[in-house]
């Protein structure tokens, strides 16, 4: 983009940050003599673009990459999970609703499509219908964990779980620490700042988190990297290749193992109300083949869980 465009477009943004819309709406206001900016698509780094004050990019439409992810993850379940209820959910780019024609964006019923040919025994979970543009975070990819609670109930439920997740003493809603995701980071978009938050209660409290690369028992919540350059990490501490999560006050015995990218660090913790263990498994740092050092798989419900980002860059997978 020339220097002149690139320019208006960081003005523009900064007009529209001006618009933002209320937590949990959709819609920006109109502003007076621009009623378009709310609405626009500002083009603000190379891929990148903002729209009333969130930044996302287009993420990766490589048809065969995601059909390399799928044949992974049937790898898996077919190698070490041939006994359990499989099941899989798709995260929705934050661009599914920021983008319009002509920009091209990845349906997640497509994505669907392709990992339900490769797993034919999994349960399709369709979790967008409760995600829009507002539960993720402006500056980052990232979903907000506040808006996470219904898409928790809604794959425990299909899991057959048989309880609800939500707490009898309730959530509490705590303020962590100002957050400037990727595109804040990386492109020094003019973006107002996200917030971290943390979601507690007696149950997610109690939990804690083990794992063959952790010193020692971990807390869900990791507080010193609330001051690292990625907060977001402060749930389940970022990335691992196998971490265990044992909830002693969740509602059920029931185990559940969670093939998953990094949106899965902000909602395990949902899931630990209901599971009283949830193993978590990165894909892109432990090959499949030696999944067996670290599982013992006995009739756990299984759940594939990915963003379209992930799935566009399968070749990720080992």
């Known amino acids: 983009m020339a220097k002149p465009a690139r320019a208006l477009a960081v003005l523009l943004a900064l007009a529209a940050i001006l618009m933002l819309p209320a937590p949990g709406t959709q819609a920006a206001p109109a502003a007076p003599g621009f009623p378009w900016l709310g609405r626009a698509i500002l083009p603000a780094a190379e891929g990148v673009f903002i729209k009333a004050g969130y930044a996302a990019e287009a993420p990766p439409q490589?048809?065969?990459?995601?059909?390399?992810?799928?044949?992974?993850?049937?790898?898996?379940?077919?190698?070490?999970?041939?006994?359990?209820r499989l099941f899989f959910a798709i995260v929705p780019n934050k661009w599914y609703w920021l983008a319009e024609p002509p920009l091209p964006r990845t349906e997640p019923g497509d994505v669907a499509a392709i990992l339900a040919a490769a797993l034919p025994e999994a349960k399709y979970i369709d979790i967008s219908g409760l995600?829009?543009?507002?539960?993720?975070?402006?500056?980052?990819s990232h979903w907000d964990q506040r808006y996470l609670m219904p898409v928790a109930e809604a794959l425990a439920d299909a899991m057959g779980l048989g309880v609800r997740l939500y707490p009898e003493d309730g959530l509490t809603v705590r303020e962590r620490a100002p957050y400037r995701g990727l595109y804040s980071r990386k492109y020094g978009l003019p973006l107002m700042p996200d917030?971290?938050?943390?979601?507690?209660?007696?149950a997610i409290d109690?939990?804690?988190?083990?794992?063959?690369?952790?010193p020692a028992p971990m807390p869900l919540y990791w507080e010193e990297k609330l001051e690292s350059l990625d907060p977001y990490s402060v749930y389940t501490g970022g990335v691992h290749s196998v971490v265990t999560i044992y909830s002693p006050l969740a509602k059920t015995n029931r185990e559940l193992v969670v093939?998953?990218?990094?949106?899965?660090?902000?909602?395990?913790?949902?899931?630990?109300?209901?599971?009283s263990k949830i193993t978590l498994i990165d894909l892109r740092?432990?090959?499949?083949?030696?999944?067996?050092?670290?599982?013992?798989?006995s009739g756990q419900d299984v759940l594939f869980l990915y963003s379209t980002l992930m799935l566009g860059s399968g070749a990720q997978l080992k």
């Open 285 to 297: 740092f432990v090959p499949e083949k030696l999944l067996g050092k670290y599982i013992e798989p």
């Open 206 to 214: 109690a939990a804690h988190m083990d794992g063959p690369a952790l």
């Open 259 to 275: 093939f998953r990218d990094s949106f899965a660090s902000s909602l395990a913790p949902l899931l630990a109300l209901g599971y």
């Open 131 to 140: 995600l829009g543009l507002s539960h993720y975070y402006r500056t980052d």
């Open 62 to 84: 490589d048809r065969a990459q995601i059909e390399y992810a799928a044949k992974k993850l049937a790898d898996a379940a077919r190698d070490w999970f041939s006994g359990s």
């Open 195 to 202: 917030t971290i938050y943390t979601l507690h209660c007696a």
